[in-house]
């Protein structure tokens, strides 16, 4: 399994930006579609955004688009989320996932292999 390492959360104020990172090794980063996950207190670990194994498919749910960018970096195995125009409505533990597929995203009920996480709070 590919091991994930996610980084970069922390506190801003409504309207700041964050860029977070999520480093993979253990396998070929290449092979594999990534997301970025949230989980607020209280609600369930939901899909932010995706990116297919070789970037040119991108997906973001309704409630970040136009404000969040995911892009990868195949070279440094790293997965990135540039957050921008902040709400409080963000504040969540922030995932990220790899995947086979870039189907396997939106199907991640089973998926076991989270990091840590990193969290994100924005203040009103």
């Known amino acids: 399994q590919v091991q994930l390492v996610e980084s970069g959360g922390g506190l801003v104020q409504a309207g700041g930006s964050l860029r977070l990172s999520c480093a993979a090794s253990?396998?070929?980063?290449?092979?594999?579609?990534m997301g970025w996950f949230r989980q607020a207190p209280g609600k369930e670990r939901v899909i932010v955004a995706g990116?297919?194994?070789?970037?040119?498919?991108?997906y973001y749910a309704d409630s970040v688009k136009g404000r969040f960018a995911i892009s990868r970096d195949n070279a440094k195995n790293t997965v990135y989320l540039q957050m921008s125009s902040l709400k409080p409505e963000d504040t969540a533990v922030y995932y990220c996932?790899?995947?086979?597929?870039?189907?396997?995203?939106?199907?991640?009920?089973?998926?076991?292999?989270w990091g840590q996480g990193t969290q994100v709070t924005v203040s009103s």
């Open positions: 996932a790899a995947v086979p597929t870039y189907s396997e995203l939106f199907a991640t009920r089973n998926y076991a292999n």
């Open positions: 990116i297919s194994r070789s970037g040119t498919t991108l």
């Open positions: 253990g396998r070929t980063f290449s092979n594999y579609a």
